[in-house]
């Protein structure tokens, strides 16, 4: 493992950089650089602003969680060995952690994907109907065929995932990659999507069709895989990625802020699991 000076899970205080909530608001995507305005964490705040039960943005967060915060942008700490020995020792495959961890990331114009973006599925639809009790382990709620090729990796609500398109091949999943400046950026951007049931409140369901998530939003075991998913996309991007949520490069994109989600997603949960993670490549179990 690559020398460090600090280790991220024994800091009681971490400072986190001074962004607020207005610094965060007025990033802007620079098109010869290929990426917003400021360093790696003032990106990761823009990107990530809380997203409500119906999709909406509503404020941005006033600091990332600390072993995201430590880790957003720096140099990747582990070896491609210690990531390889973790996923054997883990029985993880390749296949469910955006392909082969030997070949590197997208690019574009030749700069490596350094964004790593999250979506939710936005389905299956319940309609009106309450959420069956086995969500996270129906089948065919969790059918990850379903959704068609939308991202590169999707992960079901037990924790399973499967590459659909590898970490390699660029791929556009947003309305801000198809349009104007963003539309250059094709493969500086990584995709996952998280399987989340969606219904109708059959109270308002005509005048409205105001949309209800389940409680939780994300199950346990989706928040682990997902940083599994993110220390292999990192490991070859030779960089900690930079976290995205779909709804905000949407509205980059002027498209409606309520697609993509990841609605209700909780960044310190998944930072908490991260954590683990880490640590559990640095011990090397």
Known sequence: MKNRTVSIWI??????IPVTALS??????DSGLLQFSGGAVQQALC??????????????????????DELVGR????????????????????????????L??????????IFFVLHDSGGP?????TFSPDIDVSPHINNMRQFGRRWHVIIDRSGNSTTLIDFFQPLRSTYFEAHDDGAKAKGRFLHVGLIQPIRTNAGDAVETH???????AYTDAQYRRLAQVYVAASSRAGRWLIPAYAAQLNRYGNAPVSLGGPKGFDLAVWGNALRDVYREIYSGH
Not at 11 to 16: E, G, K, P, T
Not at 125 to 129: K, L
């Open 125 to 129: 639809d319940f309609g009106i109907r």
């Open 75 to 102: 140099e990747f700490d582990f070896s491609p060995e210690a990531v390889e020995g973790y996923v054997a020792a883990y029985g993880l495959r390749a296949k469910e952690l955006g392909g082969a961890l030997n």
């Open 24 to 29: 965060a608001a007025k990033c802007y995507w």
């Open 104 to 113: 590197r990331v997208s690019r574009a114009r030749g700069k490596s994907a």
């Open 210 to 216: 105001k949309v209800m998530i389940p409680q939780p």
């Open 11 to 16: 800091s009681v205080c971490v400072l986190l």
């Open 47 to 68: 990107l990530t602003p809380d997203i409500d039960a119906n999709g909406v943005v509503r404020e941005f967060e006033k600091g990332l969680p600390p072993t995201l």
